[in-house]
């Protein structure tokens, strides 16, 4: 049995921001194998072309994902994620639109998963409007002071950069230190949601860089993501991951890396280093979980033009020297 825990997203997001648009994105883009737990099939509507076979609770999705509802509770759908045939790797929670994400995301901690991150959607067109309704501001803004990624969706709709920037500038006032991408039909880069790929193997690294495969499929023309990897041959002292944690610039939406980090006594072991918004983590990994790796790496995913010049790797000096 796998040791490792499946990772958990949350996605929320009032009425009508694309929650819907950024599954049925995720499903068609991602090569994990994922599961969702979604309110009701009906009110997701996953793709039909994604669906393999369709039972009373559960439907089988291409590349071995598959999807459950909430008909029975949160207790029953997550036996039948953790009861998979094969594991999934990720597990997205659908929030309902006016459903708090911060109290989804605390599922992410029951035994066997792990949380990643809240993915909240706002409304480019609508959200000014919701955020000061009588009837719902207080969802929508509680919605949104949960995002450790906020995602500005149907930019497009505004019309030009100025307003796509106004709107960004006072989203970020009400969503704390959570990273801001912005979107079109909520095609938001796989790599900006989940963090750059581990690799668990000894394979060649691709031909294209993680820069490369962001820029093929912008946000938007607007909105484009650059990335800087370091490669390690040498353990990297736990205090300079930690510091270099604690002081990401403003621009980075994700931070991952697959690391071995030596203690203040010199013991070295694997970890998972991992960040998004305000939200970091540094997990320790079994030993026999990536005997087989050949290649250690961080990389770090952000706005154009927001990271310094070899940021990652002046970070890094002191191990990589």
């Not at 039972?55 to 036996?79: Q, R, Y």
């Not at 013991?267 to 290649?295: C, N």
């Not at 995913?301 to 020297?321: C, E, F």
Request: glycine fraction near 6%.
């Amino acid at each position: 049995m796998s040791t490792q825990p499946i990772h958990v997203t949350v996605i929320g997001g009032y009425l009508g921001a694309g929650k819907t648009t950024l599954v049925n994105h995720v499903l068609r883009s991602s090569d994990e194998r994922i599961a969702v737990i979604v309110n009701d099939f009906g009110e997701i509507s996953i793709d039909e072309d994604l669906i393999v076979a369709a039972e009373s609770d559960k439907l089988t999705l291409a590349n071995g994902c598959i999807c459950c509802t909430l008909a029975d509770g949160f207790a029953v759908a997550l036996n039948t994620v953790r009861s998979a045939e094969v594991l999934p790797e990720r597990l997205l929670i659908e929030a309902s639109g006016v459903a708090d994400p911060a109290q989804i995301a605390a599922y992410g901690h029951t035994p066997g998963l792990r949380l990643d991150a809240v993915v909240v959607l706002a409304d480019a067109e609508q959200v000014r409007r919701q955020a000061s309704d009588r009837w719902v501001a207080d969802t929508v803004r509680m919605q949104l002071a949960a995002a450790d990624l906020l995602v500005v969706n149907k930019v497009d709709l505004l019309g030009d950069a100025a307003a796509a920037d106004a709107l960004c500038d006072w989203l970020a006032g009400l969503a704390g230190q959570a990273a801001l991408v912005r979107s079109s039909r909520a095609a938001v880069p796989i790599d900006v949601l989940f963090g750059p790929r581990l690799r668990d193997d000894a394979a060649e690294p691709p031909q294209s860089s993680p820069a490369a495969a962001v820029a093929a499929t912008p946000v938007t023309a607007e909105e484009v993501f650059e990335s800087q990897t370091v490669e390690l041959d040498t353990p990297v002292p736990m205090p300079v991951v930690e510091a270099l944690l604690a002081d990401l610039p403003d621009g980075v939406a994700r931070l991952k890396g697959l690391v071995p980090l030596s203690d203040s006594s010199g013991q070295v072991a694997i970890y998972v280093v991992q960040a998004v918004g305000v939200r970091t983590s540094i997990d320790r990994q079994p030993a026999e979980s990536h005997e087989s790796t050949r290649r250690w790496a961080i990389s770090v995913i952000a706005h154009k033009g927001t990271l310094p010049p070899d940021w990652l790797r002046s970070r890094l000096k002191t191990a990589t020297q």
